[in-house]
């Protein structure tokens, strides 16, 4: 079955300390993996994805094909990251995206 | 440029009516998405339109529906309303629905209460 799982619905860290928030997936086939973000009052957004390896806001994610997990990381988290967090894939033909259940970060001053 | 639109933005139904629910895409994008967002289920993909064609469909029993119309605009429609289809009901859209290079943008969705 394709699932997404992102096992901390919390996620409770200081400021200044490294974040990380897991996730991990079930696909058979080679799924196109993204993270997405949700501020207080704000739309549901992109954060980044897995195929353009790049750093957003200081996150990075890399995806581990061996152990099929996508965790998401930044090494300093700011108070502004605060923010509901998705894990998702989508299937290359279209945006069918699975979402993971999602991890709210809460970092505190 | 304009984000995507949805209305309306809140709505309150009884069981066994119907509901029609309205998402106008950011200009240029032709592709569309819809989500349902429950706090017991998440988000879940109901379906996906591109050039007026459902092109991907989710697990969702066939009282949910949708279409797409030459200007890209989507709506989607809800028959026989039960009281669990009470759900935030998110609509993205992209350029032409391609993951690996697409950005999905996502509306404010419509919140729908089913009495």
């Known amino acids: 079955a394709q699932r997404v799982t992102q096992p901390e619905k919390l996620l409770s860290v200081f400021k200044g300390a490294p974040v990380e928030l897991k996730c991990n997936y079930s696909?058979?086939?080679?799924?196109?993996l993204f993270w997405y973000v949700q501020y207080s009052r704000q739309r549901l957004q992109l954060l980044l994805r897995?195929?353009s390896r790049e750093s957003i806001k200081g996150f990075t994610a890399d995806l581990n094909k061996g152990e099929t997990s996508f965790h998401l990381k930044k090494p300093f988290a700011q108070e502004e990251d605060s923010a509901m967090y998705y894990c998702a894939l989508s299937h290359t033909g279209g945006f069918k995206t699975i979402f993971g259940a999602g991890t709210r970060l809460f970092v505190k001053a | 440029k304009a984000g995507v639109t949805q209305t309306p933005r809140y709505l309150i139904k009884t069981r066994g009516q119907q509901v029609t629910l309205s998402c106008s895409p950011i200009s240029g994008h032709r592709s569309v998405s819809w989500y349902q967002q429950t706090p017991g289920q998440g988000l879940q993909f109901l379906f996906e339109y591109f050039s007026e064609t459902q092109r991907n469909k989710g697990n969702f029993p066939g009282r949910f529906s949708g279409r797409q119309f030459s200007n890209s605009r989507s709506e989607m429609n809800v028959s026989t309303l039960e009281l669990g289809d009470s759900a935030l009901y998110l609509c993205a859209s992209s350029l032409i629905g391609q993951p690996s290079t697409d950005t999905q943008y996502f509306g404010p969705g419509t919140r729908l209460t089913v009495l």
């Open positions: 696909y058979s086939g080679s799924p196109e």
């Open positions: 897995h195929i």
